[in-house]
């Protein structure tokens, strides 16, 4: 097959300075562009830099770009186009017109380029989770159309339509035997699936968004991938019940996960252990397990704690997928244990991200963290010496002191063992209500070429 068709929720190329977790976009980036590092289940390969050393301190790191890199017009990928791209993400704002946090990671950080193809990295600090930030950054060239759409990765983007379709073309031997790629834009994910179908698609992407998903059968080929998305509620750690850990602790005890997987995910879900996914650093190693359902303990914390027992809990219409359901299964669990829950649903989203950034939140609220690099899980979140944006009043010392070892931490090893203590004990004293990691969900011809998802839901071809 020279040609595959894939039907995905999404056709865009966003501006050069704009970060993106969503699996459609990600597609089409990972297909046309290349991230300065790739990132592999938590650990840091090899991408636009082809290699990189750091001194031993870990504060002065030194990034190589790999030989005969070049964007998709024949201009050299160089040193300069990283300055570029850094300087202006800092200056810019995600989707829901938020200032990203790079700004605070880089703060103590100097870059500059010794040479056209080096990249030089000087921290006041250990600073390995440089390589978590560049593995998140997609270098573009703008086209002469104005459209950041040059990139140096295996396909070109020979036309896009925003919102409609995109055609990428294979820049030498293509990925699996594919040369043409069409990206066909079908919001709706039944109407993916019937695509597919009715053979006017040869791949359908996130069929988990569906109400019902399809058996799946063996008339297609089936590619499923537990997604390094996290669904939870934030708790309000600062006032009211969940200011008590016993609390917290009970509202994650209180919540049957494997009947929530089973009957609201439609068993496209695996329960959460702690913050981060099984992908994300440090998971390999920590050895968690979910906090298992325990009613009767729950209801002796909550007994307890004897904060109180009127909660309100906020929920938008969607991101993630479901939340009304979630948040009613949620809630009638938390009642099970005593609570009196009034639920608060708002239906503009980007402005329920800007309520919970301003730490409106009620007394819980779920959100779904993206971030594939537990170091900005942590920092974005739950570190209460940063209090980021997302932070919700959260502090317990023994994490700090964890999340500080994690900083310092630079040889691989070190800092899997270090991440793993931060999240076993996020797991013992959780900051968050834990729910699941939905498992995204495609379909493919069985005559397609090699295809997989990664642990982003993003198609992986050869």
Request: with cysteine; aromatic share 8%.
């Amino acid at each position: 097959m020279t040609r595959l068709s894939i039907a995905l929720a999404k056709v865009d190329a966003l501006p050069a300075t704009r970060v993106t977790d969503d699996t459609s976009i990600l597609t089409l980036k990972r297909l046309a562009f290349e991230p300065l590092v790739t990132w592999d289940n938590g650990h840091a390969r090899p991408g636009l830099f082809g290699a990189w050393r750091h001194d031993a301190t870990g504060q002065r790191w030194e990034f190589r770009i790999r030989d005969g890199a070049e964007f998709h017009d024949g201009t050299p990928f160089v040193a300069g186009h990283v300055l570029d791209f850094v300087e202006g993400i800092l200056a810019s704002v995600d989707m829901f017109g938020m200032k990203w946090s790079y700004a605070r990671y880089l703060a103590r950080t100097r870059l500059s380029a010794p040479d056209p193809r080096t990249i030089r990295v000087e921290s006041e600090h250990p600073f390995a989770d440089i390589l978590d930030v560049f593995s998140e950054f997609y270098v573009p060239r703008i086209a002469p159309d104005g459209r950041a759409t040059l990139g140096t990765g295996r396909y070109r983007i020979a036309e896009l339509a925003p919102g409609e379709r995109a055609v990428l073309e294979a820049v030498g031997p293509g990925m699996g035997g594919v040369a043409r790629i069409e990206l066909d834009c079908v919001p709706d994910a039944a109407a993916r699936w019937l695509r597919l179908v009715e053979g006017r698609a040869d791949v359908a992407m996130q069929l988990d968004h569906i109400e019902h998903p399809p058996a799946r059968d063996g008339r297609w080929r089936w590619l499923t991938a537990t997604s390094t998305l996290s669904v939870m509620y934030y708790l309000n750690c600062a006032s009211g019940a969940f200011a008590s850990p016993q609390a917290r602790l009970a509202a994650n005890l209180a919540v049957d996960k494997d009947a929530l997987v089973r009957d609201v995910f439609c068993g496209l879900a695996v329960p959460s252990a702690t913050i981060v996914s099984p992908a994300h650093l440090g998971m390999a190693t920590a050895g968690v397990a979910p906090i298992p359902h325990d009613l009767g303990r729950a209801r002796a914390l909550v007994d307890a704690a004897g904060g109180p027992r009127d909660l309100l809990l906020r929920t938008p219409t969607h991101m993630p997928e479901r939340s009304p359901e979630i948040s009613r299964f949620v809630a009638a669990a938390l009642e099970r244990i005593g609570f009196r829950v009034t639920i608060e649903t708002e239906t503009d989203r980007p402005e329920y991200a800007r309520q919970v950034g301003r730490k409106r939140i009620g007394d819980l609220a779920i959100f779904d963290s993206s971030p594939h690099s537990s170091f900005r899980v942590l920092d974005d979140k739950i570190s209460s010496v940063q209090r980021a944006v997302w932070w919700q009043g959260y502090h317990d010392d023994e994490t700090q002191t964890l999340i500080a070892a994690a900083n310092a931490a630079v040889a691989p090893e070190a800092r899997e063992a270090a991440y793993a203590a931060c999240l076993r004990r996020l797991r013992e004293n959780p900051p968050w209500l834990y729910i699941a990691h939905p498992v995204a969900l495609a379909a493919a011809r069985p005559d397609a070429p090699p295809l997989a998802l990664d642990a982003k839901g993003t198609l992986a071809i050869g």
